[in-house]
């Protein structure tokens, strides 16, 4: 498949172009004009790019690129990410809170479908769709019920702030460092918020506004969506993909 097509078929599926955002979404280092096979990861990090040029990646999509906002001096170690890929002819794609919204492919849809949830819709607004998403389980959980599925489907050991009902009937999802997001939540009834990483700051939300917090993970929480969409490449378009597993333990 060519580059340039894979990459306005991406731009246009993800919709890159519609959601605000600090990271510089879609194609941020440009390799060979042919894609056969593509690998997904997490982050841009120079153990990613060795990991898919191991592997015969000619496109790595990620969900945390390398270009976030202002200017970064191609020197040090972002020179020699950037060196790498292009010494080797690999394009890198990336795609932060557009793959987090996503309702097919996404971090917090495919999360939630995942964690068995029904009823799903949209979550904390951003520009004209959501970030995140809320649902029903058809039978409540006990809240350490919960936090086993969450581990069970992500493979992280879950923190657990239960300031809330227990059993859970509702859940809010906000992947990777959302935490203040337990607000919103908060407000909008929810016995439960599930994001990444905790807070300090945020600690006695969950308390003091009757809602448990669940941890499961900044990186754990962010596998979900590329792993999605490689699925959905492979699908409809028939390209070999391949997921890195690189975690971080935050």
Same mark, same amino acid.
């Given at each position: 498949?060519?580059?340039d097509e894979l990459?306005?078929?991406?731009?246009?599926?993800?919709?890159?172009?519609?959601?605000?955002?600090?990271?510089?979404?879609?194609?941020?280092?440009e390799?060979?004009?042919?894609?056969?096979k593509?690998?997904?990861?997490?982050?841009?990090s120079?153990?990613?790019f060795?990991? $898919?040029? $191991?592997? /015969?990646?000619?496109?790595v999509?990620?969900?945390?690129?390398l270009?976030?906002?202002?200017?970064?001096?191609?020197a040090?170690p972002?020179?020699?990410?950037v060196?790498?890929?292009?010494?080797?002819?690999?394009?890198?794609?990336?795609?932060?809170?557009?793959?987090?919204?996503?309702?097919?492919?996404?971090?917090?849809?495919?999360?939630a479908?995942?964690?068995g949830?029904?009823?799903?819709?949209?979550?904390?607004?951003?520009?004209?769709?959501?970030?995140?998403?809320?649902?029903r389980?058809?039978?409540?959980l006990?809240?350490?019920g919960?936090?086993?599925?969450?581990?069970?489907?992500?493979?992280?050991?879950v923190?657990?702030?239960?300031?809330?009902?227990?059993?859970?009937?509702?859940l809010?999802?906000?992947?990777?460092?959302?935490a203040?997001?337990v607000?919103?939540?908060?407000?909008? /009834?929810?016995?439960?918020?599930?994001?990444?990483? !905790?807070?300090h700051?945020?600690?006695y939300?969950?308390?003091?506004?009757?809602?448990?917090?669940?941890?499961?993970?900044?990186?754990?929480t962010?596998?979900?969506?590329?792993?999605?969409?490689?699925?959905?490449l492979? $699908?409809?378009f028939?390209l070999a993909?391949?997921?890195?597993?690189l !975690?971080?333990?935050?």
């Amino acid at each position: 498949m060519q580059r340039d097509e894979l990459v306005a078929w991406l731009d246009d599926y993800l919709d890159v172009r519609s959601i605000p955002d600090k990271s510089l979404n879609g194609l941020q280092v440009e390799g060979r004009d042919e894609v056969r096979k593509v690998v997904v990861a997490v982050d841009a990090s120079y153990n990613t790019f060795e990991a $898919a040029v $191991a592997r /015969g990646a000619d496109m790595v999509v990620v969900h945390h690129g390398l270009f976030w906002g202002s200017p970064l001096p191609i020197a040090g170690p972002h020179a020699r990410r950037v060196k790498l890929l292009l010494d080797n002819e690999v394009s890198l794609y990336a795609c932060h809170l557009p793959l987090d919204a996503h309702e097919e492919v996404g971090n917090n849809w495919g999360l939630a479908r995942q964690l068995g949830l029904t009823d799903l819709e949209g979550f904390v607004p951003l520009a004209r769709t959501f970030l995140g998403v809320k649902g029903r389980f058809p039978e409540p959980l006990s809240l350490p019920g919960l936090a086993e599925r969450v581990e069970r489907t992500l493979g992280e050991q879950v923190l657990v702030h239960a300031g809330g009902p227990d059993p859970v009937t509702t859940l809010g999802i906000v992947s990777g460092g959302a935490a203040w997001e337990v607000v919103q939540a908060a407000k909008e /009834g929810l016995d439960a918020f599930l994001t990444g990483e !905790p807070k300090h700051e945020t600690f006695y939300e969950s308390y003091e506004r009757g809602i448990s917090s669940l941890f499961a993970g900044h990186y754990m929480t962010e596998t979900v969506g590329v792993q999605l969409l490689a699925e959905k490449l492979e $699908a409809t378009f028939g390209l070999a993909t391949e997921f890195v597993m690189l !975690p971080t333990g935050l």
